[in-house]
T-cell receptor, first 119, second 117 residues
Framework: AQTVTQSQPEMSVQEAETVTLSCTYD???????LFWYKQPPSRQMILVIR??????QNATENRFSVNFQKAAKSFSLKISDSQLGDTAMYFC????????????????FGQGTTLQVKP | DGGITQSPKYLFRKEGQNVTLSCEQN?????MYWYRQDPGQGLRLIYY???????QKGDIAEGYSVSREKKESFPLTVTSAQKNPTAFYLC????????????????FGSGTRLTVV
């Protein structure tokens, strides 16, 4: 069974600085997706970034980038130039690759990291 | 605009009462999911449906029931058998896996906060 672990329950960062959120996972699959979702105080889940395991290049979306280490089963999220609007809970999630038949589409989530951006 | 609508935003349940949470989407997605969110535990899958008139149990289905009579709708009933229903419930939808897309991901609703009184 797959598991996702986020070992940092809470983090804080000063506005305009850089912060890295950690995520590790365990799986015997060779091809899969990894996601970072953001849940601000409104509790709306928002997709931040997505990584396909067979792609060696780390995904980047504006100020958000990942460090994907497949052998180490590590998937950290780096937020550059942190903004007050980045204050939220961040979830790391795993899913078997959707192109495999029989895949349920189930997302497996970590416990979440609460990030506070301070002015 | 396409999206997922969950209602109500807040719901209060008395002991022994069944309550139903609504989830409607106009994204033309075949797959729909219900997750439960508790503090410190992330999100856990309750039920999912990949096609109309079919649904499957997730990891924590006991005390819950669902139906999928229409593509757009996937209501969740929290029955009296669910002993600890106080939680935040999230509905999501997606194109079913296996359909050959690459930019795969969920669209989430805004959630329902259920409290036992």
């Amino acid at each position: 069974a797959q598991t996702v672990t986020q070992s940092q329950p809470e983090m804080s960062v000063q506005e305009a600085e850089t912060v890295t959120l950690s995520c590790t996972y365990d799986t015997s699959e060779s091809n899969y997706y990894l996601f970072w979702y953001k849940q601000p105080p409104s509790r709306q889940m928002i997709l931040v970034i997505r990584q396909e395991a067979y792609k060696q290049q780390n995904a980047t979306e504006n100020r958000f980038s990942v460090n994907f280490q497949k052998a180490a089963k590590s998937f950290s999220l780096k937020i550059s130039d942190s903004q007050l609007g980045d204050t939220a809970m961040y979830f790391c999630a795993f899913m078997k690759h959707p192109l495999y038949s029989g895949n349920t589409g189930k997302l497996i989530f970590g416990q979440g990291t609460t990030l506070q951006v301070k002015p | 605009d396409g999206g997922i609508t969950q209602s109500p935003k807040y719901l209060f349940r008395k002991e022994g009462q069944n309550v139903t949470l609504s989830c409607e989407q106009n994204l033309n997605h075949d797959a729909m999911y219900w997750y439960r969110q508790d503090p410190g535990q992330g999100l856990r899958l309750i039920y999912y449906s990949q096609i109309v008139n079919d649904f499957q149990k997730g990891d924590i289905a006991e005390g819950y029931s669902v139906s999928r009579e229409k593509k757009e709708s996937f209501p969740l009933t929290v029955t009296s058998a669910q002993k600890n229903p106080t939680a935040f419930y999230l509905c999501a939808s997606s194109i079913p896996p296996g359909q050959g897309i690459t930019n795969y991901g969920y669209t989430f609703g805004s959630g329902t906060r259920l409290t036992v009184v």
